[in-house]
C-alpha cells in the first residue's frame, strides 16, 4: 500500500471462492458505487481485515446488516448486506459486541444479500473509509487474496 492508503492485512472473506472487480466509482441505479462487491456462498465467514475494534453492529434498510471496524490508524473498513439467515437467526457472531477488540481474521458476519441487495446474488459490499473519506480497496483486495491464495497452497488445499 503507498503511505496514505490503509492496509487491508486479512481478505474479509475466509474463502478463496470469491469473485470480485473493480467496480468502485462506477454510477449504477443513480448512485456511485463506493466499495467493492465481494461474491461468495452465503453463509461464508466475513472477518476482519485488520486488529481494531467494533464500532457498529447495526441493520438499515440499504447496507441490510452491517459491521464497522474502526482501526489503530484511523481507517474503519465496513461489511454490508451481512446474512441473516444463519441457524441461529442472526447476522453477527453470538459473543461480538460493540467495543470488542478484534484481531485481523476474527469472523464479525456472514456472506448473504440483506438490505437493498435481496434478490442478488449473496455478497458483501465492502468499503473503506479514511478519515470519513471513502478510498478505492481495490488493489488492497487484489493483494490480500493473492496472500491468502499463496498460503492456501502452500498449505496444499489448493493446486
Known amino acids: 500500500a503507498r503511505a496514505d492508503e490503509p492496509d487491508v492485512v486479512y481478505f474479509p472473506i475466509d474463502s478463496t471462492a470469491v469473485d470480485f472487480t473493480g467496480d468502485f466509482g462506477v454510477r449504477a441505479k ?11 456462498a452465503e453463509g461464508t465467514p ?11 453492529l ?20 465496513w461489511y454490508l ?6 441457524a441461529d437467526g442472526e447476522p453477527f457472531p453470538a ?8 484481531a485481523a481474521g476474527t469472523v464479525i458476519g456472514f456472506v448473504g444479500d440483506s ?11 465492502f468499503e473503506l473509509h479514511d478519515r470519513g473519506r471513502r478510498v478505492n480497496p481495490f488493489q488492497e ?3 490480500a487474496s493473492n ?6 497452497r502452500k498449505a496444499g488445499l489448493i493446486q
Open 58 to 77: 447495526s441493520y438499515g434498510s440499504r447496507p441490510g446488516w452491517y459491521a464497522v471496524v474502526r482501526h489503530a490508524d484511523g481507517v474503519e473498513s
Open 95 to 102: 459473543d461480538l459486541k460493540v467495543g470488542d477488540f478484534v
Open 46 to 56: 466475513v472477518v476482519a481485515v485488520s486488529d481494531g475494534f467494533v464500532k457498529r
Open 115 to 125: 438490505g437493498n441487495a435481496a434478490g442478488t446474488d449473496p455478497h458483501v459490499h
Open 30 to 40: 443513480g448512485r456511485v458505487h463506493q466499495g467493492v462487491d465481494l461474491f461468495a
Open 147 to 152: 496472500r491468502l491464495i499463496e498460503l492456501d
Open 141 to 143: 483486495l487484489v493483494d
Open 81 to 86: 448486506h451481512l446474512d441473516h439467515d444463519s
